[in-house]
């Protein structure tokens, strides 16, 4: 049995633009390959309707969203990525080399360790205490920007929410 | 596992595992879809309970890291959307 969701041309229009302003606002770029980028905002759509959350288009869903967490759009992944390879596992973001042509764009290789390194990270991470942090992690409450300094930014440089939007987060 | 069947000219026996959702897939649907060859292909979001886990469990022996596209040529693996290493492959 297959479950086929049909998601309108214009609800993609609407997130490309969305997703397009925020990338650009945010330091970030959508691939220009138009038609490749709307067939992964086509596929985020469909996860949205599917799973509820915005999985990552070209990795396969648990459908356990505590289990897919890292792989929500944009993914924990894609920043990494987009440093070593100029893209995003999907292509969906792109760096600026490869929007000026300076970057050949192509397929790159999964960075998502497997279940199991997953699940070991996850228990080590817990153990590790707040004590031992040099400095205080801020979260800005908009957009998830994280950082860790004595007190937060003016202005959040991704979304540009103001300083009282962050909160103290570890 | 059953697949999906595409018609076209033979090129050899044409394995695709993709995600309905995934761009590089579609690229890869693309490239065989104008070469005109026949393939087989699964969308293995698409499937449920025992046909995904059957479906995962012949994946896992081309590709442990079980990543999508995989497109298995006659026996040969080639795992994301390499264009020229699929061209080449195949012979297109
Ligand atoms: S790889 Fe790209 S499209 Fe996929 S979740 Fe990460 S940022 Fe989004």
């Given at each position: 049995m297959k479950d086929e969701i049909e998601v309108s041309e214009e609800e993609v229009d609407k997130l490309y633009k969305k997703l397009n302003r925020e990338a650009e606002v945010g330091g970030y770029h959508l691939?220009?390959?138009?038609?490749?980028?709307?067939?992964?905002?086509?596929?985020?759509?469909v996860n949205e309707k599917r799973y509820g959350y915005w999985n990552c288009p070209c990795r396969l869903s648990s459908g356990i969203k505590q289990d897919d967490l890292d792989i929500i759009c944009p993914c924990d992944y894609r920043d990494p990525d987009l440093n070593d390879y100029g893209t995003c596992y999907c292509a969906?973001?792109?760096?600026?080399?490869?929007?000026?042509?300076?970057?050949?764009?192509?397929?790159?290789?999964?960075?998502?360790?497997?279940?199991e390194e997953r699940k070991k990270a996850q228990t080590k991470s817990a153990v590790l205490s707040i004590s031992s942090l040099p400095l205080p992690v801020?979260?800005?409450?908009?957009?998830?920007?994280?950082?860790?300094?004595?007190?937060?930014?003016?202005?959040?440089?991704?979304?540009?929410?103001k300083k009282d939007r962050f909160e103290l987060f570890m | 596992m059953e697949m999906d069947h595409v018609k076209g000219k033979?090129?050899?026996?044409?394995?695709?595992?993709?995600?309905?959702?995934?761009?590089?897939?579609k690229k890869t649907e693309r490239l065989l879809d104008q070469a005109k060859v026949e393939y087989y292909y699964t969308d293995v979001d698409l499937l449920q309970g025992e046909e995904r886990e059957k479906a995962m469990k012949e994946l896992k022996r081309w590709n442990p890291a079980c990543t999508f596209p995989t497109l298995v040529i006659d026996g040969k693996c080639i795992i994301g959307y390499q264009e020229d290493e699929i061209k080449e492959t195949i012979g297109i």
């Open positions: 691939n220009p390959d138009v038609e490749h980028t709307k067939d992964l905002v086509r596929g985020i759509l969906l973001y792109v760096s600026q080399a490869v929007l000026n042509g300076e970057q050949k764009l192509g397929p790159i290789p999964e960075r998502r360790p497997l279940l801020w979260r800005c409450k908009v957009c998830g920007y994280l950082c860790a300094r004595d007190e937060p930014p003016e202005v959040c440089p991704v979304c540009k929410a | 033979n090129k050899g026996h044409i394995s695709l595992y993709a995600l309905s959702t995934c761009g590089w897939c």
